[in-house]
Protein backbone atom coordinates (compact mmCIF):
# COMPACT_ATOMS: atom_id res chain seq x y z
CA UNK A 1 0.00 0.00 0.00
CA UNK A 2 2.07 2.42 -1.07
CA UNK A 3 -0.44 5.75 -1.67
CA UNK A 4 -2.14 6.83 1.88
CA UNK A 5 -5.80 6.05 1.76
CA UNK A 6 -8.67 6.92 4.43
CA UNK A 7 -11.01 4.59 3.09
CA UNK A 8 -14.70 4.84 4.58
CA UNK A 9 -16.91 1.89 3.91
CA UNK A 10 -20.85 3.07 4.39
CA UNK A 11 -23.24 0.46 4.80
CA UNK A 12 -27.01 1.22 5.64
CA UNK A 13 -28.25 -1.00 8.41
CA UNK A 14 -31.23 -3.61 7.76
CA UNK A 15 -31.81 -1.08 4.44
CA UNK A 16 -34.80 -2.48 2.91
CA UNK A 17 -36.45 -2.95 6.48
CA UNK A 18 -36.03 0.75 7.47
CA UNK A 19 -37.38 2.15 4.23
CA UNK A 20 -40.87 0.49 5.20
CA UNK A 21 -40.59 1.55 8.53
CA UNK A 22 -39.91 5.21 7.09
CA UNK A 23 -43.39 5.09 5.03
CA UNK A 24 -45.18 3.24 7.85
CA UNK A 25 -43.90 4.30 11.17
CA UNK A 26 -45.99 2.10 12.97
CA UNK A 27 -43.59 -0.85 12.42
CA UNK A 28 -40.92 0.86 14.03
CA UNK A 29 -39.36 -1.85 16.72
CA UNK A 30 -41.53 -4.75 15.18
CA UNK A 31 -40.58 -7.67 14.24
CA UNK A 32 -40.42 -6.99 9.97
CA UNK A 33 -39.67 -9.29 7.18
CA UNK A 34 -39.10 -8.24 3.57
CA UNK A 35 -39.86 -10.86 1.27
CA UNK A 36 -42.69 -12.99 -0.58
CA UNK A 37 -45.00 -15.02 0.50
CA UNK A 38 -45.36 -17.89 -1.58
CA UNK A 39 -44.39 -21.56 -1.35
CA UNK A 40 -40.67 -20.83 -2.69
CA UNK A 41 -40.08 -17.32 -1.18
CA UNK A 42 -36.99 -16.40 0.67
CA UNK A 43 -35.91 -13.43 3.12
CA UNK A 44 -35.07 -10.65 1.45
CA UNK A 45 -34.47 -8.58 4.78
CA UNK A 46 -35.28 -8.71 8.27
CA UNK A 47 -35.56 -5.57 10.95
CA UNK A 48 -33.24 -5.78 14.30
CA UNK A 49 -36.62 -6.99 16.32
CA UNK A 50 -36.96 -9.66 13.60
CA UNK A 51 -33.40 -11.06 13.40
CA UNK A 52 -33.22 -11.30 17.56
CA UNK A 53 -35.58 -14.65 16.82
CA UNK A 54 -32.76 -15.99 14.22
CA UNK A 55 -34.55 -14.74 11.19
CA UNK A 56 -31.80 -13.32 8.49
CA UNK A 57 -31.27 -12.85 4.81
CA UNK A 58 -31.89 -15.83 2.04
CA UNK A 59 -33.89 -17.45 4.59
CA UNK A 60 -37.01 -19.55 3.66
CA UNK A 61 -39.67 -17.76 4.33
CA UNK A 62 -41.65 -20.63 5.93
CA UNK A 63 -38.48 -21.14 8.27
CA UNK A 64 -38.28 -17.10 8.86
CA UNK A 65 -42.05 -17.20 10.02
CA UNK A 66 -41.93 -20.46 12.27
CA UNK A 67 -39.03 -18.64 13.89
CA UNK A 68 -40.73 -15.57 14.41
CA UNK A 69 -44.45 -16.39 13.72
CA UNK A 70 -45.45 -12.39 14.75
CA UNK A 71 -43.68 -11.22 12.12
CA UNK A 72 -44.68 -8.57 10.08
CA UNK A 73 -44.30 -9.50 6.28
CA UNK A 74 -43.95 -7.36 3.80
CA UNK A 75 -43.71 -7.12 -0.29
CA UNK A 76 -40.53 -6.11 -1.87
CA UNK A 77 -40.78 -2.18 -3.15
CA UNK A 78 -37.82 -1.86 -5.40
CA UNK A 79 -39.15 1.72 -6.64
CA UNK A 80 -38.80 2.65 -2.29
CA UNK A 81 -35.17 1.45 -2.08
CA UNK A 82 -33.71 2.81 -5.33
CA UNK A 83 -35.99 5.87 -4.02
CA UNK A 84 -34.29 6.31 -1.00
CA UNK A 85 -31.02 4.87 -2.32
CA UNK A 86 -30.64 7.39 -4.08
CA UNK A 87 -31.51 10.20 -1.69
CA UNK A 88 -28.80 9.19 0.84
CA UNK A 89 -25.78 8.74 -1.86
CA UNK A 90 -26.96 11.86 -3.24
CA UNK A 91 -26.46 13.45 0.10
CA UNK A 92 -23.21 11.89 0.80
CA UNK A 93 -21.85 13.02 -2.57
CA UNK A 94 -22.98 16.31 -2.13
CA UNK A 95 -21.27 16.52 1.67
CA UNK A 96 -17.94 14.77 0.06
CA UNK A 97 -17.90 17.36 -2.90
CA UNK A 98 -18.36 20.19 -0.11
CA UNK A 99 -15.27 19.25 2.00
CA UNK A 100 -13.25 18.58 -0.94
CA UNK A 101 -13.31 14.71 -0.92
CA UNK A 102 -13.00 15.23 -4.68
CA UNK A 103 -11.23 12.88 -7.43
CA UNK A 104 -10.74 14.10 -11.49
CA UNK A 105 -13.86 12.92 -13.36
CA UNK A 106 -14.24 13.08 -17.36
CA UNK A 107 -16.09 16.59 -16.79
CA UNK A 108 -14.42 18.01 -13.82
CA UNK A 109 -13.97 16.94 -10.17
CA UNK A 110 -16.72 14.80 -9.05
CA UNK A 111 -16.85 13.02 -5.01
CA UNK A 112 -14.69 10.47 -4.34
CA UNK A 113 -17.72 7.89 -3.96
CA UNK A 114 -18.17 4.33 -5.12
CA UNK A 115 -21.48 2.82 -4.80
CA UNK A 116 -21.22 -0.76 -4.31
CA UNK A 117 -24.94 -1.55 -3.78
CA UNK A 118 -28.51 -0.39 -2.96
CA UNK A 119 -27.13 0.35 0.25
CA UNK A 120 -23.36 0.59 0.83
CA UNK A 121 -20.26 2.51 -0.96
CA UNK A 122 -16.86 3.20 -0.43
CA UNK A 123 -15.68 6.98 0.37
CA UNK A 124 -12.14 8.63 -0.17
CA UNK A 125 -11.35 10.46 2.38
CA UNK A 126 -8.17 11.39 2.61
CA UNK A 127 -8.32 14.62 1.74
CA UNK A 128 -10.54 15.55 4.57
CA UNK A 129 -8.92 17.28 7.58
CA UNK A 130 -10.77 15.96 9.62
CA UNK A 131 -12.10 12.52 8.44
CA UNK A 132 -13.47 10.57 11.78
CA UNK A 133 -15.38 14.17 12.75
CA UNK A 134 -16.50 15.11 9.09
CA UNK A 135 -17.93 11.32 8.77
CA UNK A 136 -19.72 11.38 11.95
CA UNK A 137 -21.60 14.59 10.91
CA UNK A 138 -22.22 13.36 8.11
CA UNK A 139 -23.64 10.22 9.44
CA UNK A 140 -25.72 11.92 11.74
CA UNK A 141 -27.42 14.24 8.80
CA UNK A 142 -27.85 10.94 6.65
CA UNK A 143 -30.16 9.69 9.11
CA UNK A 144 -31.76 13.14 10.24
CA UNK A 145 -32.77 13.95 6.72
CA UNK A 146 -33.18 10.58 5.20
CA UNK A 147 -33.78 8.35 8.16
CA UNK A 148 -31.53 5.99 6.85
CA UNK A 149 -28.74 4.68 9.90
CA UNK A 150 -24.98 3.95 8.05
CA UNK A 151 -22.72 1.55 9.37
CA UNK A 152 -18.90 2.65 8.73
CA UNK A 153 -15.90 1.11 8.53
CA UNK A 154 -13.01 3.23 8.24
CA UNK A 155 -9.23 1.64 7.30
CA UNK A 156 -6.39 2.80 4.69
CA UNK A 157 -7.86 -0.01 2.13
CA UNK A 158 -11.72 -0.94 1.06
CA UNK A 159 -11.03 -4.85 2.17
CA UNK A 160 -10.80 -3.83 5.61
CA UNK A 161 -13.05 -1.31 6.05
CA UNK A 162 -15.67 -3.78 4.65
CA UNK A 163 -14.93 -6.14 7.12
CA UNK A 164 -14.91 -3.39 9.77
CA UNK A 165 -18.43 -2.00 9.56
CA UNK A 166 -19.90 -5.20 9.97
CA UNK A 167 -17.97 -5.32 12.70
CA UNK A 168 -20.22 -3.68 15.21
CA UNK A 169 -23.57 -3.54 13.59
CA UNK A 170 -26.04 -1.77 13.96
CA UNK A 171 -24.43 1.96 13.85
CA UNK A 172 -20.89 0.86 13.95
CA UNK A 173 -18.20 2.76 13.60
CA UNK A 174 -15.23 1.01 13.14
CA UNK A 175 -11.75 2.55 12.98
CA UNK A 176 -8.99 0.54 11.78
CA UNK A 177 -5.31 0.71 10.88
CA UNK A 178 -3.64 -2.40 8.73
CA UNK A 179 -1.87 -3.44 12.26
CA UNK A 180 -4.97 -3.05 14.08
CA UNK A 181 -7.33 -4.96 11.57
CA UNK A 182 -4.40 -8.11 11.34
CA UNK A 183 -5.32 -8.31 15.81
CA UNK A 184 -8.82 -7.64 15.71
CA UNK A 185 -9.81 -9.92 13.01
CA UNK A 186 -7.08 -12.38 13.34
CA UNK A 187 -9.62 -15.25 14.79
CA UNK A 188 -12.40 -14.65 12.65
CA UNK A 189 -13.13 -17.34 10.06
CA UNK A 190 -12.56 -16.43 6.87
CA UNK A 191 -15.89 -16.02 5.43
CA UNK A 192 -16.01 -12.71 6.56
CA UNK A 193 -13.68 -12.08 3.94
CA UNK A 194 -15.71 -10.68 0.65
CA UNK A 195 -14.26 -12.79 -1.99
CA UNK A 196 -14.00 -15.54 0.13
CA UNK A 197 -17.39 -17.55 -0.42
CA UNK A 198 -18.33 -20.56 1.29
CA UNK A 199 -16.58 -23.46 -1.67
CA UNK A 200 -13.79 -21.46 -1.27
CA UNK A 201 -13.70 -21.40 2.33
CA UNK A 202 -14.27 -24.51 2.48
CA UNK A 203 -11.00 -25.88 0.51
CA UNK A 204 -9.61 -23.15 2.62
CA UNK A 205 -10.54 -25.11 5.72
CA UNK A 206 -9.48 -28.58 4.40
CA UNK A 207 -5.93 -27.33 3.80
CA UNK A 208 -5.87 -26.07 7.22
CA UNK A 209 -7.21 -22.42 7.33
CA UNK A 210 -9.61 -21.47 9.06
CA UNK A 211 -9.23 -18.00 10.68
CA UNK A 212 -7.32 -15.17 8.88
CA UNK A 213 -4.57 -15.90 11.34
CA UNK A 214 -3.93 -19.36 10.20
CA UNK A 215 -4.14 -17.78 6.58
CA UNK A 216 -1.38 -15.30 7.47
CA UNK A 217 0.93 -18.34 8.38
CA UNK A 218 0.03 -20.12 4.85
CA UNK A 219 3.28 -20.31 2.63
CA UNK A 220 2.26 -18.26 -0.26
CA UNK A 221 4.22 -20.20 -2.50
CA UNK A 222 1.70 -23.26 -1.39
CA UNK A 223 -1.20 -20.64 -1.76
CA UNK A 224 -0.61 -20.28 -5.52
CA UNK A 225 -0.11 -23.69 -6.07
CA UNK A 226 -3.75 -24.58 -4.47
CA UNK A 227 -5.54 -21.70 -6.44
CA UNK A 228 -3.25 -20.30 -9.22
CA UNK A 229 -1.43 -17.28 -10.21
CA UNK A 230 -4.17 -14.94 -9.83
CA UNK A 231 -6.10 -16.37 -7.05
CA UNK A 232 -3.46 -17.46 -4.69
CA UNK A 233 -1.64 -14.35 -5.24
CA UNK A 234 -4.96 -12.43 -4.28
CA UNK A 235 -5.08 -14.85 -0.76
CA UNK A 236 -1.50 -14.33 0.04
CA UNK A 237 -2.95 -10.51 -0.05
CA UNK A 238 -6.03 -10.96 2.17
CA UNK A 239 -3.74 -13.06 4.83
CA UNK A 240 -1.75 -9.75 5.85
CA UNK A 241 -4.73 -7.50 4.69
CA UNK A 242 -2.60 -5.92 1.96
CA UNK A 243 -5.49 -6.15 -0.93
CA UNK A 244 -5.39 -2.77 -2.03
CA UNK A 245 -8.11 -1.71 -4.70
CA UNK A 246 -8.36 2.08 -5.97
CA UNK A 247 -12.10 3.64 -5.62
CA UNK A 248 -13.94 3.70 -8.77
CA UNK A 249 -16.49 7.12 -8.44
CA UNK A 250 -19.23 7.25 -10.69
CA UNK A 251 -20.76 10.50 -11.67
CA UNK A 252 -24.41 11.65 -10.35
CA UNK A 253 -26.80 12.07 -13.07
CA UNK A 254 -28.13 15.61 -12.72
CA UNK A 255 -30.75 15.84 -15.47
CA UNK A 256 -32.19 13.84 -18.82
CA UNK A 257 -32.23 15.53 -21.62
CA UNK A 258 -33.45 14.56 -25.16
CA UNK A 259 -32.01 17.47 -28.38
CA UNK A 260 -32.66 17.19 -31.80
CA UNK A 261 -30.84 18.97 -34.94
CA UNK A 262 -32.47 19.66 -37.76
CA UNK A 263 -31.27 19.00 -41.18
CA UNK A 264 -31.64 22.28 -42.36
CA UNK A 265 -32.91 25.04 -39.88
CA UNK A 266 -36.87 25.64 -39.13
CA UNK A 267 -38.74 28.17 -39.47
CA UNK A 268 -40.42 27.99 -36.26
CA UNK A 269 -43.79 30.14 -37.96
CA UNK A 270 -44.21 28.96 -41.44
CA UNK A 271 -46.52 31.35 -42.70
CA UNK A 272 -49.56 28.31 -42.17
CA UNK A 273 -53.21 29.54 -41.71
CA UNK A 274 -53.58 29.78 -38.24
CA UNK A 275 -49.62 30.40 -38.19
CA UNK A 276 -49.18 28.06 -35.43
CA UNK A 277 -45.47 26.27 -35.76
CA UNK A 278 -47.13 22.55 -35.57
CA UNK A 279 -44.14 20.68 -36.26
CA UNK A 280 -42.01 21.80 -33.59
CA UNK A 281 -44.35 21.81 -31.21
CA UNK A 282 -44.87 18.08 -32.16
CA UNK A 283 -41.37 17.86 -31.47
CA UNK A 284 -41.28 19.11 -28.19
CA UNK A 285 -44.16 16.87 -27.07
CA UNK A 286 -42.09 13.74 -28.42
CA UNK A 287 -38.70 14.99 -26.58
CA UNK A 288 -40.68 15.73 -23.66
CA UNK A 289 -42.39 11.98 -23.83
CA UNK A 290 -38.41 10.53 -24.26
CA UNK A 291 -37.45 12.59 -21.28
CA UNK A 292 -40.57 11.12 -18.95
CA UNK A 293 -39.62 7.66 -20.51
CA UNK A 294 -35.62 8.03 -19.47
CA UNK A 295 -36.73 9.69 -16.14
CA UNK A 296 -39.28 6.49 -15.16
CA UNK A 297 -37.28 3.72 -16.34
CA UNK A 298 -34.49 5.26 -14.29
CA UNK A 299 -36.88 5.68 -11.06
CA UNK A 300 -35.90 9.85 -11.41
CA UNK A 301 -38.31 12.24 -10.69
CA UNK A 302 -37.75 16.07 -11.47
CA UNK A 303 -38.92 19.31 -10.79
CA UNK A 304 -37.46 21.37 -13.22
CA UNK A 305 -38.66 20.96 -17.05
CA UNK A 306 -36.57 23.31 -19.40
CA UNK A 307 -36.43 23.55 -23.15
CA UNK A 308 -33.61 24.89 -25.33
CA UNK A 309 -33.22 26.46 -28.44
CA UNK A 310 -30.28 27.13 -30.47
CA UNK A 311 -30.89 29.61 -33.60
CA UNK A 312 -29.58 29.13 -37.05
CA UNK A 313 -27.31 32.49 -35.86
CA UNK A 314 -26.01 29.93 -33.19
CA UNK A 315 -27.68 31.53 -30.53
CA UNK A 316 -28.40 29.41 -27.46
CA UNK A 317 -30.65 29.78 -24.39
CA UNK A 318 -32.94 27.67 -22.21
CA UNK A 319 -36.21 28.74 -20.54
CA UNK A 320 -37.28 26.56 -17.44
CA UNK A 321 -40.12 26.02 -15.32
CA UNK A 322 -39.62 24.62 -11.38
CA UNK A 323 -42.58 23.04 -10.68
CA UNK A 324 -43.87 22.62 -7.16
CA UNK A 325 -43.31 19.22 -6.65
CA UNK A 326 -40.87 16.46 -8.19
CA UNK A 327 -42.58 14.04 -11.26
CA UNK A 328 -42.14 11.99 -14.60
CA UNK A 329 -44.99 12.30 -15.66
CA UNK A 330 -45.28 12.19 -19.15
CA UNK A 331 -48.16 14.53 -19.50
CA UNK A 332 -47.43 16.77 -16.92
CA UNK A 333 -43.42 17.43 -18.21
CA UNK A 334 -45.11 17.67 -21.96
CA UNK A 335 -46.88 20.21 -20.73
CA UNK A 336 -44.62 22.65 -18.87
CA UNK A 337 -42.73 22.15 -22.22
CA UNK A 338 -44.89 22.98 -24.15
CA UNK A 339 -46.11 25.89 -22.26
CA UNK A 340 -42.32 27.36 -22.28
CA UNK A 341 -42.14 26.35 -26.09
CA UNK A 342 -45.27 28.59 -26.95
CA UNK A 343 -43.95 31.29 -24.61
CA UNK A 344 -40.32 31.74 -25.82
CA UNK A 345 -40.22 30.40 -29.31
CA UNK A 346 -38.14 32.59 -31.35
CA UNK A 347 -39.15 34.51 -34.43
CA UNK A 348 -35.73 33.27 -35.99
CA UNK A 349 -35.27 30.12 -37.88
CA UNK A 350 -33.98 27.13 -35.41
CA UNK A 351 -31.36 25.15 -35.53
CA UNK A 352 -31.53 22.21 -32.40
CA UNK A 353 -34.41 22.10 -29.91
CA UNK A 354 -34.30 19.99 -26.62
CA UNK A 355 -36.14 19.43 -23.51
CA UNK A 356 -34.57 18.57 -20.02
CA UNK A 357 -35.87 17.67 -17.12
CA UNK A 358 -33.49 18.21 -14.16
CA UNK A 359 -33.07 18.99 -10.14
CA UNK A 360 -34.29 15.24 -9.53
CA UNK A 361 -35.63 14.21 -5.94
CA UNK A 362 -33.09 14.97 -3.29
CA UNK A 363 -30.56 15.91 -5.69
CA UNK A 364 -28.97 19.50 -4.90
CA UNK A 365 -29.16 20.82 -8.33
CA UNK A 366 -25.92 23.29 -9.45
CA UNK A 367 -25.98 25.69 -12.20
CA UNK A 368 -24.05 24.80 -15.04
CA UNK A 369 -21.78 27.18 -16.56
CA UNK A 370 -20.47 25.05 -19.68
CA UNK A 371 -21.85 25.88 -22.85
CA UNK A 372 -23.16 23.17 -25.18
CA UNK A 373 -20.59 23.15 -28.03
CA UNK A 374 -21.73 23.65 -31.44
CA UNK A 375 -21.17 19.78 -32.65
CA UNK A 376 -22.79 18.16 -28.94
CA UNK A 377 -26.08 17.22 -30.87
CA UNK A 378 -26.41 14.84 -33.64
CA UNK A 379 -30.04 13.71 -33.53
CA UNK A 380 -32.52 13.27 -31.99
CA UNK A 381 -31.23 11.23 -28.81
CA UNK A 382 -31.47 11.03 -25.38
CA UNK A 383 -28.76 12.56 -23.46
CA UNK A 384 -27.59 12.44 -19.60
CA UNK A 385 -26.11 15.45 -18.28
CA UNK A 386 -23.88 15.19 -15.24
CA UNK A 387 -22.24 17.00 -12.73
CA UNK A 388 -20.42 19.74 -12.79
CA UNK A 389 -20.35 19.57 -17.04
CA UNK A 390 -21.30 19.61 -20.29
CA UNK A 391 -23.69 16.51 -21.83
CA UNK A 392 -21.38 13.88 -23.69
CA UNK A 393 -22.61 12.84 -26.60
CA UNK A 394 -21.59 9.61 -28.22
CA UNK A 395 -22.17 10.14 -32.63
CA UNK A 396 -22.62 6.56 -33.27
CA UNK A 397 -25.66 5.24 -30.25
CA UNK A 398 -28.62 7.17 -29.25
CA UNK A 399 -27.89 7.64 -25.44
CA UNK A 400 -24.67 7.79 -23.02
CA UNK A 401 -24.57 5.69 -20.07
CA UNK A 402 -23.23 7.12 -16.83
MG1 LIG B 1 -26.57 -3.13 4.49
Known amino acids: MGVRRVIAHL ?30 SIVTTASYPARRFGVGSAMPMSRALRLCPGAIVIRPDRDLYTRTSRQVWDMVGAALVDAG ?25 VLIEKPLAFLRGLIADVRVQTGIQ ?9 LISKISSDLEKPAAFVVLSREQALERLAGRPLSIVPGIGPKAAHTLTELGFQTLADLARADPVMLLQAFGESRGGWLAQVADLSVDVPLQPVRQRKSISSEHTFEEDVDPDPGTDTGAPMPLREQVEKMAAEVAGGARKRSFRGRNVAIKIRTGEWRTYTRATTLPDYTDDPARITLEAVKLWEQHRPAEPIRLLGVRLGAFEHVERRERTGTDSPDAATSPQLQFVLDGGVARTRPSGRRTRR
Open 11 to 40: DADAFYATCHELLDPSLRGRPVIVGGTGPR
Open 101 to 125: AVCEGEDGPIAHLEQAGIDEAYAEL
Open 150 to 158: LSAGISPSR
